[in-house]
């Protein structure tokens, strides 16, 4: 026993050492942000809103709705209504602790006359007090608790006692003190989780398996490290330290429930946000910069974190996944919530450069020169809004690529650029709100597919297109759409989706559509404001064979004839480029828009084929109260479609579209168009989606059979083909992959972990 004391001694001493560099520490950063300036977006002086507030600390432009809050006591429990709290949140509170933020800053800075700073003083702080006391009486509500409580108050409360520090710390105000302290604290404890977190919120699972606490919410949005240094609290900065580093991490569909955070980079290269949405430019970035930054900010403190090699691998694979949903310095319409008003095509900075800013900022000497090269060169070409890194392979930056996480099938060079946005019951749809963002993203996953060779066509079409006619989509034509309000939005519940692209870029991707409303999957209550656009079922799949794109479709079905419109597969809608010639070839009829050359093949397809080009006015307006203000104008479109009439049963379509500008010399034979298998050859090469593994498929290179559902693309050479295939149910059970060609089996061993889902490649010698 004796043995072990001097060892507990020097072990305790150590202890004591590093709690004692820690708060050496933490009262070295408080000094230092005691100096920092804060940013305020109210633009009136300090002196005039000082003017405002009045002895008891209550502004006159505000006193009407104070009034309405003491006289009614919208602090009780009763009034925890989401819709009244969110304005007393952001008609109240949030503008009058950024108007006492503006005078708290003015008199840090000095523009407030010596002769009456004092008073203003006074004033300020009656003012924190005054308002705290009203956002304290409101602890305990779960509604409009989110944005204003946990995040700009927060905020405020952080500037103003660091703009007051000496005050703040020398007891002379204990009361304001203790009040900014706990408005701070705020970004800790707002809004409820209903857990044991909320009994003790500073622990890193407050920072994990919900969307208000992770991504952007968690370590961008909320001054976390701010809050810990308000507080004084070691404990809040250890924790605030540990959910940064853990932070900058990869989820996948396989890793949902274990990942440190459920939103974020996802292991395909692009992100979600929002539940599992590919919203690949919003949440994942502002989470990853947020982390950056606090990293950034502990380095030379007992907090330092180095970024280790898989950390900064995950933000690589970031940049080379990320950059297939941006082209020639636009964003395509499909990725948030945001994406219909006239500006969203403009040309912009590739959303990804202010991480590739922040490592260079901060991190330059943590890579090594691979990495170095890569991120000026990334850098470079982004700032030139013409990213596509043609020097790295294929799949990276540029070529095609199947983001198995997020279901979509992407084709990215410098002369055109295809996506294809499908969605299976594994994901989200793309969320809308109509009070200030798109209020109609009805159809945006349900296999929508757009082309492009300048970059930004598809988002300026969006303001006249006809919603029902989205490029891709199989929908039922209804008379009228109403805005929504959903934020996991629209998509399909069929659990099939998969996509295989080969080394060559030949490609083979498809899905089961079903469509469905995800919110109403989700609250079964919930009041589905357009029935009519459901009840619709498809199977679609997509084929790449060099610059050939096909797109086959079979099993459409209407499962609600009684609602009346036929249904519709639009192969294309978009702004109109060139004359559109059309020219007749292998039975096809060829028509040519913005390079692109469309076919209908007739008899691979059930129902009537047009086409037309029309002059219309924008619609910005209807598509959200947020373009309320925004000009209409006149666009030219181009349209082709397929109607499948009202009544379709088992119906199916089959159409081409020629990348390279020119109708094909030979078209692929077309080997099946069923619910079992879709396929097609061309040459060596065999493409297929197999959504049931009973069925035997004959090729020209003999009978093709799977041991489970699949994507597959199989190019024969002479004595030898190379298989590339991935699960499309992704089994976690399923470890490899039989293929059988004219019954001998060739073996891929399947990718698994955060990889779930992602294609296998292998060259196999005929036997």
Known sequence: MK??????AALLVALAASASDKNDALRKLRDKWSTQRFYTAETRSGAELAELLDDNGSFANLRELENEFKKNNYGRKKFDQW???????????VPAFEQLKRISGDLADGKIPEAGRAEVKRRLYKGVLNYAKMEFSRDGMQNGRFHG???????????????????????????VAKALQRLAFQAWSQPLRNNATDRDPVRIERFRGNAGWVGGNATAYRPLLESALVNNSVKMVDVTAEVARRSISRVSQNTYDTAFWIEGFTADGAGWGHGRQCLVWGYPIHGTNGSLNIIARLNGTPWASSLSPEVLQTVFEFFRGSAFYFYKGTIPPVLER??????????????????????????????????LAELDQFRREAGEKNLFMLNFPMGQYHGTRYFFNNDDLIRKNPDYYVFVNMASSRTNGLESYYGGANGF??????????????????????????????????????????????????????????????????????FIFDKVNYAVVETPTRKEENPEILKLRANKA??????????????????????????????????????????????????ENNGFVYGVLPPATAGKIAHKSEKRMTGWRKLSQANKNAGENEVELFSMWIDHGRNVDNGFYAYFVSCDGKAPERLPEILANTVKVQAAALDGTVEAIFYDASVRLKTPHGTISVSAPCALVAEFDGASVELTAADGLMNRNLRELAVTVDGKPYRLELPGGELLGKAATKRFNLQ
């Open 3 to 8: 043995q072990w004391i001097p060892a507990l």
């Open 338 to 371: 945001g994406n219909a008003h006239p500006g969203y095509a403009n040309k912009r900075m590739i959303p990804s450069m202010t991480l590739a800013d922040s490592l260079n900022r901060d991190f330059r000497l943590r890579m090594n020169k691979e990495q």
């Open 441 to 510: 993203n009805l159809f945006t996953c349900d296999g929508q597919t757009l082309f492009e060779r300048e970059g930004g066509e598809s988002a300026k079409a969006l303001g006249a297109a006809t919603l029902t006619m989205l490029p891709g989509t199989t929908a039922r034509q209804v008379k009228q759409l109403n805005p929504v309000q959903n934020w996991i939005g629209y998509g399909s519940k069929g659990a099939f989706a998969a996509g295989a692209v080969a080394p060559d870029q030949d490609a083979a991707a498809g």
């Open 542 to 591: 997509y084929f790449f064979f060099g610059d050939l794109f096909l797109a086959l479709g079979a099993g459409i079905t209407n499962l609600a004839p009684e609602y009346g419109g036929d249904i519709f597969t639009t192969v294309e809608q978009t702004l109109k480029k060139g004359g559109s010639p059309v020219v007749s070839k292998h039975g096809v009829e060829w028509v």
């Open 149 to 175: 409580s946990c995040f700009a108050m927060p905020h405020a409360a952080v500037a103003i006692y660091f703009q007051n520090y000496k005050d703040m710390t020398s007891g002379e105000y204990p009361e």
């Open 83 to 93: 819709e009244l709290q969110q304005k007393v949140l952001n008609r109240l509170l």
